[in-house]
């Protein structure tokens, strides 16, 4: 038995830089026709030049692949009118990380109410907003009590494309019916897994991501949102390699999915009776909600059994060790 996909499209994953860039793109760029690339390198990218060295880059590491990066620029809030205007044919949306929420966002936005001249350029260029949607408080509620930034956003700036990223809660599944222009990406660990697969028994540190997990009931949230087959949200892995040495050492936040994405988001859908929403959840609904004509690829899966292995070079990923079902053609 054989599942074909048309382009399937990752609309958030980590992608790096130098050695790691090389090392995990091929996973992406072999199950994807494109996907959206985010800039929180080091530095990040936050300028038309580092934007386009990325996009080559990028492009670079994704061979033999035909590949889309989508790239979105790294949010400054002394972006000027000028520079933006000059680049939007270029530019493809733009990232705001609240500085210090996740991994290399130190040099994020400091404080939201200086943000709004900003995004009203974008909302008069039509620059999507991407946002990493945590505030700074009790890490489990971090979500919950951005939902009322996102309202302030979407409402003051009703053309303004705001995507909430790697949305984990009810709360935020909820509030995704409230503006029009308000839409989501969904990763495929806050679909299958809850805080107690990271700390419930013995502690999983690669299941330690920001956002973090949440409880069995947000968990059910987001698989009922994915499996209504909702316009709204799209597949956006947050695959976020660290190596093995610093995940240990450092603690550094990020799950490692990109190899697996595809076959488990068939296990997933296969296993709720629903592989008919699979293309729609990958690939159609991105394509219309961002406008973008991806390269025209098939993506063939098959009905075989693969075992994750314990590392991808210095890379542990998160199913080490599990047997899938689906495989990559
Ligand atoms: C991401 C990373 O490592 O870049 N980490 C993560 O836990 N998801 C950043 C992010 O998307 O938060
Ligand atoms: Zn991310």
Not at 1 to 7: A, E, F, G, P, R
Not at 21 to 31: D, N, R, Y
Not at 167 to 188: G, M, Q, R, Y
């Amino acid at each position: 038995m054989n599942l074909t996909l048309k382009s399937p499209l990752d609309m958030h994953v980590h992608l790096r830089q130098d050695d790691m860039l090389k090392q995990v793109t091929p996973f992406t760029s072999s199950q994807f026709a494109g996907a959206v690339c985010m800039p929180n390198t080091q530095p990040p990218v936050d300028t038309i030049e580092r934007y386009r060295a990325y996009v080559r880059e990028v492009t670079e590491a994704a061979s033999p692949f035909a590949f889309a990066p989508y790239v979105p620029l790294f949010f400054r809030e002394d972006f000027s009118r000028e520079e933006l205007t000059a680049a939007r044919e270029e530019l493809f949306a733009i990232k705001l990380y609240p500085a210090g929420v996740t991994t290399n966002s130190e040099g994020g936005v400091a404080e939201l109410s200086k943000i709004e001249p900003v995004l009203d350029m974008m909302q008069d260029l039509d620059l999507p907003l991407l946002v990493h949607g945590e505030t700074h408080g009790y890490s489990p509620d971090r979500e919950r009590e951005f939902v009322s930034v996102y309202d302030h956003i979407a409402s003051t700036f009703p053309k303004l494309r705001v995507i909430m990223e790697h949305i984990t809660t009810s709360d935020a599944a909820e509030f995704l019916d409230k503006h029009e222009n308000v839409f989501c990406t969904v990763t495929l660990h806050h679909m299958l897994y809850t805080l107690d697969d990271m700390l419930g028994g013995m502690f999983d540190p690669f299941l330690f991501c920001k956002p973090i997990l949440k409880s069995p009931k947000d968990r059910a949230a987001i698989q009922s949102l994915v499996l209504s087959g909702h316009e709204k949200v799209m597949f956006g892995s947050d695959s976020a390699p660290h190596t093995e040495v610093m995940k240990r050492t450092e603690g550094m936040a990020g799950c490692f999915t990109a190899p697996m994405l595809l076959p488990m988001l068939a296990e997933f859908f296969e296993d709720h009776d629903k592989l008919e929403l699979m293309q729609a959840f990958v690939s159609d609904n991105a394509r219309r909600i961002y406008g973008v004509t991806p390269p025209e690829r098939t993506v063939v899966l098959e009905k075989a059994e693969w075992t994750v292995p314990p590392r991808y070079g210095s890379i542990v990923p998160v199913n080490a060790g599990q047997t899938l079902r689906w495989k990559l053609v």
